[in-house]
Each structure stands twice: as structure tokens, then as C-alpha cells.
């Protein structure tokens, strides 16, 4: 059967990258407000629809924490609004982009099933959609995957996330210029490689929760000094005492999906 595809967050850095690199596919964007639960159902109802790929969201965390009222709007109660719609169109396959960010920050890389404490409010605005979605979804025929994606970013990412926003500071300082809270790790993969991950599940028809990211570890000054050195800049570093860790297990993740070697940061953000 083909695979009609419904997407959500297509203006996004991530939708757009979705949509580039399969041409051939008539997705079917929605367009509205994903909190007004009329437009929601009017849109699946309408349109030939037996997949969705659920990406919109409010993900910066500087956004989210200047609002917190409609983050939860947009990335919990409108993905519950995607859902129920889901449930009366018996919808084939439904992925719904997570995040890191509701697992509790480890030494150790992540697992599927490592304790899930969220180190941010967008995570825990994640991990509350993704309760609802494993309830609703748990006796239909609907399969559903919950992609929980580490850290990613290319060169057009939007301002509020942290490479950009490290990119626009560095390149404008005229002085040395001193940078806070970097002594984190993460875990980058790139938006190319999710992508081709999305889709090699779909024809899977996975269901399940997995890990989206490299497996490796950069720690985020690292990424700072990559981006000083290109506009040859002075920067200095203001440590945070408290280090968190995102990285991830992605042994399942291999099971499903060949991962090439991760791109270097340098390729990843010029």
C-alpha cells in the first residue's frame, strides 16, 4: 500500500529537510494551528491520509521557558489534538518527534529504557505527548514510533537554538567576548541523517520508542571553539559547576538503520 503522508512542522528546519530530499512525495502540510482542534480534524478528514509524521513543536528552550503556558499548548495539547484525530482516520503509522531532553542526565549513554527525568520543561512538555500518545495508541492497529532525537542543527537552523545563536554572537563580537553554561555534552546528529531514519522506519512500520542520535558525545565549548576559530575570534569561558550528559545507546537504533560515520561538528553547522 503507499504510504499517504500527513506532515505537521514543514516550515520547520527539520520539515524542510524532509521535504527536500523526497521531491517525489505529495505531502500533505498542514498549515494551520495544531491547538485549534477543528482545523486539526478538518484536515485529516479532508485529505487522503494514512501517515503522519508529527514534527511541530516548540523546541528552543529559550522560547519555551519565556512561555510556558503555550509551549505545553502547542507540544502537549495540540499533539493530543493530532492524536485523536489519528484515532477516528486509523491512521497506518504515526511518528512523533521527542527529544532527549525527558531523560534524566547520565554519565552513561542513554538507553530506551534509562530513567526518564526531564532536564528541561520542553522535555517534560514531550515526555507528557508522548504518555498520551503510548495510551491512545496502545489497543489500535495504529503503530506508532516515537522518535527521541539527541541534539541536530545545519547551517540554515532558525535563531533561539544554540548553534545559531552561538554563530550570530561570535561572528558580531568586535572584543573578546565571554561565554557561560557550555560545559554540557551532547549528542549531534545530522537533520539529513533523521530524515532517512524517518523513512526507513515507515516502511518498517516500526513501532516503538528509539533513540535518535550519533552515539557520540561533544562537549559544547568544543563547538564554540570550532565556530571562534572560523571567524577568528577570541573567546573565553565562563564554567558551569554542574555537567550534564546527553548522549546516546543507539544499539537499537543499529539494528534498524545503517548509520554512517557522524559528521564532524565543523560540517554539520558551515
Known amino acids: 500500500?503507499?504510504?499517504?503522508?500527513?506532515?505537521?512542522?514543514?516550515?520547520?528546519?527539520?520539515?524542510?529537510?524532509?521535504?527536500?530530499?523526497n521531491k517525489s512525495i505529495?505531502?500533505?502540510?498542514?498549515?494551520?494551528?495544531?491547538?485549534?482542534?477543528?482545523?486539526?480534524?478538518?484536515?485529516?478528514?479532508?485529505?487522503?491520509?494514512?501517515?503522519?509524521?508529527?514534527?511541530?513543536?516548540i523546541v528552543p528552550i529559550k522560547e519555551v521557558n519565556r512561555n510556558k503556558v503555550k509551549a505545553k499548548k502547542v507540544n502537549f495539547n495540540g499533539t493530543k489534538n493530532i492524536v485523536d484525530a489519528c484515532l477516528e482516520k486509523k491512521i497506518r503509522w504515526?511518528?512523533?518527534?521527542?527529544?532527549?531532553?525527558?531523560?534524566?542526565?547520565?554519565?552513561?549513554?542513554?538507553?530506551?529504557?534509562?530513567?526518564?527525568?526531564?532536564?528541561?520543561?520542553?522535555?517534560?512538555?514531550?515526555?507528557?505527548?508522548?504518555?498520551?500518545?503510548?495510551?491512545k495508541f496502545k489497543f489500535t492497529k495504529t503503530n506508532y514510533c516515537i522518535g527521541r532525537i539527541f541534539s541536530t542543527t545545519n547551517k540554515n537552523q532558525k535563531k533561539n537554538y544554540l548553534?545559531?545563536?552561538?554563530?550570530?554572537?561570535?561572528?558580531?563580537?568586535?572584543?573578546?567576548?565571554?561565554?557561560?553554561?557550555?560545559?554540557?555534552?551532547?549528542?549531534?546528529i545530522s537533520m539529513e541523517d533523521?530524515?532517512?531514519?524517518?523513512?526507513?522506519?515507515?516502511?518498517?512500520?516500526?513501532?516503538?520508542?528509539l533513540n535518535l542520535g550519533s552515539g557520540r558525545g561533544i562537549l559544547l565549548k568544543d563547538i564554540a571553539l570550532v565556530i571562534a576559530k572560523k571567524y577568528r575570534k577570541k573567546i573565553t569561558f565562563l564554567d558551569n559547576k554542574k555537567i550534564t550528559y546527553l548522549v546516546a545507546n543507539i544499539?537499537?537504533?543499529?539494528?534498524?538503520?545503517?548509520?554512517?560515520?557522524?559528521?564532524?561538528?565543523?560540517?554539520?553547522?558551515?
Open 251 to 270: 544499539n537499537e537504533l543499529l539494528k534498524n538503520y545503517k548509520l554512517k560515520k557522524p559528521k564532524k561538528i565543523e560540517n554539520l553547522i558551515f
Open 94 to 135: 504515526f511518528f512523533f518527534s521527542s527529544t532527549s531532553h525527558v531523560y534524566k542526565s547520565s554519565h552513561k549513554k542513554i538507553s530506551e529504557k534509562s530513567f526518564k527525568k526531564p532536564v528541561s520543561y520542553y522535555g517534560q512538555t514531550k515526555l507528557l505527548a508522548e504518555n498520551y500518545i503510548k495510551n
Open 194 to 209: 533523521i530524515s532517512k531514519i524517518i523513512f526507513v522506519l515507515m516502511k518498517k512500520k516500526y513501532k516503538g520508542i
Open 26 to 57: 505529495n505531502f500533505k502540510c498542514f498549515k494551520g494551528d495544531i491547538t485549534n482542534r477543528s482545523q486539526v480534524f478538518d484536515w485529516i478528514r479532508k485529505n487522503d491520509i494514512n501517515v503522519i509524521l508529527h514534527l511541530a513543536a
Open 1 to 21: 500500500m503507499i504510504n499517504r503522508i500527513g506532515l505537521t512542522g514543514s516550515t520547520g528546519s527539520l520539515g524542510k529537510v524532509i521535504i527536500k530530499n
Open 163 to 188: 548553534v545559531p545563536d552561538l554563530k550570530y554572537k561570535i561572528r558580531k563580537t568586535k572584543k573578546s567576548l565571554v561565554l557561560k553554561n557550555l560545559n554540557h555534552y551532547r549528542d549531534f
